[in-house]
């Protein structure tokens, strides 16, 4: 029914950027809060950015001032331009959304994750 295809990662050298893309599509009637997640081998899931409908955002300690999160919400999309990349950044980044759909006659919120993209930190 809802559906995050993210897009952007890739292999890229310490002190490089990249630009992370997810689009929402589907039965959405309203997306409040989008951020995006990151996951290193072995570790936990952890946040690295959130903005909400308002644009209001957070961003993880490990991030800031390098990571920037925007959103279009026109077209249901969130973004996550990394700069200044560290090999510590290497994981799989997912994006995340809180979304609410009409189910009947009834209005349903929940989370929803797109399928992940990898982000390799490397010379």
């Known amino acids: 029914q809802v559906q995050l295809v993210e897009s952007g990662g890739g292999l890229v050298q310490p002190g490089g950027s990249l630009r992370l893309s997810c689009a929402a599509s589907?039965?959405?009637?309203?997306?409040?809060?989008m951020g995006w997640y990151r996951q290193a081998p072995g570790k936990q899931r952890d946040l690295v950015a959130l903005i909400t409908s308002g644009g209001s955002t957070n961003y993880a300690d490990a991030v800031k001032g390098r990571f920037t999160i925007s959103r279009d919400s026109a077209n249901n999309t969130v973004y996550l331009r990394m700069n200044s990349l560290k090999p510590e950044d290497t994981a799989v980044y997912y994006c995340n959304a809180d979304i609410t759909s009409l189910v009947v006659t009834r209005l349903v919120s929940r989370d929803y994750w797109g399928q992940g993209t990898q982000v390799t930190v490397s010379s």
């Open positions: 589907g039965s959405i009637f309203s997306i409040n809060a």
